[in-house]
């Protein structure tokens, strides 16, 4: 099975880290994101990762080379100008062989505990060309609960609003492929259209989950996983 990982973001909110590496090579507990990532998809069948890369690449080619010492295989789709996340996944596919029916793709900064390979069965049971991982929307604030005479009752610490968000997490059919923009996002073209046809699926996740975007993320990151 295949993996293409989004990996060609500057990572601007994790300066210093970011200065001298591409986003998913900053750290959590002693080992890249990308690390964690590759780890956790070799463990649902992932053979190949295809990496879709751009900013300061050379720092994930230099870590990983072709793989073999992570028990997989790396590919590198490299933008020599910004494609947008869907047209990254586009050209990325030209890696793909065409016997390769289903495809995990990821943001290269999601780490999560859900298992991957019930998401694949749910995708699959579900006939979709599409399934994206929807993780709880966490509050930004405290919440003040109040009665019917706006007499304030309690204050809860942050929890999750009654909303989905998207987990940056994919399962695709290959024929996604040729529906994905050249240039642009998969969220603004082509996920619209497969939700209208009805082929585009949620699967929704309470475990862990975090996209490592600033230096509370890290932090909060290191926390959650062990050390290694």
Request: proline residues 6%; hydrophobic residues 35%; glycine residues 10%.
């Amino acid at each position: 099975m295949y993996a293409l990982i989004l990996a060609g973001g500057k990572g601007e909110r994790l300066r210093p880290l970011t200065d001298t590496r591409a986003k998913p090579m900053a750290e959590v507990n002693g080992k890249p994101i990308m690390w964690h990532q590759v780890s956790k998809l070799k463990a649902a069948g992932v053979t190949d990762v295809v990496v879709l890369c751009g900013y300061k690449w050379e720092t994930i080619r230099d870590y990983f080379g072709d793989g073999s010492k992570f028990g997989v295989r790396m590919h590198y789709s490299k933008e020599e100008t910004p494609l947008g996340r869907g047209g990254a996944l586009r050209q990325g596919f030209q890696l793909v062989p065409s016997t390769e029916s289903t495809v995990i793709a990821c943001n290269g900064d999601v780490l999560t505990d859900e298992n991957l390979g019930a998401m694949i069965d749910a995708h699959k049971n579900n006939g979709a060309i599409a399934t994206v991982m929807l993780t709880p929307y966490p509050s930004a604030y405290g919440v003040v609960e109040t009665d019917d005479s706006s007499r304030i009752t309690a204050f809860r610490e942050k929890g999750n609003l009654p909303l989905w968000i998207n987990g940056g997490m994919y399962i695709f059919d290959a024929s996604i492929a040729p529906l994905l923009p050249e240039i642009g996002d998969h969220e603004d073209s082509t996920f619209p259209q497969l939700a209208a046809d009805g082929k585009l699926f949620s699967y929704k996740t309470t475990k862990f989950w975090k996209a490592v975007d600033n230096h509370k993320d890290l932090k909060e990151a290191q926390e959650h996983l062990p050390p290694l």
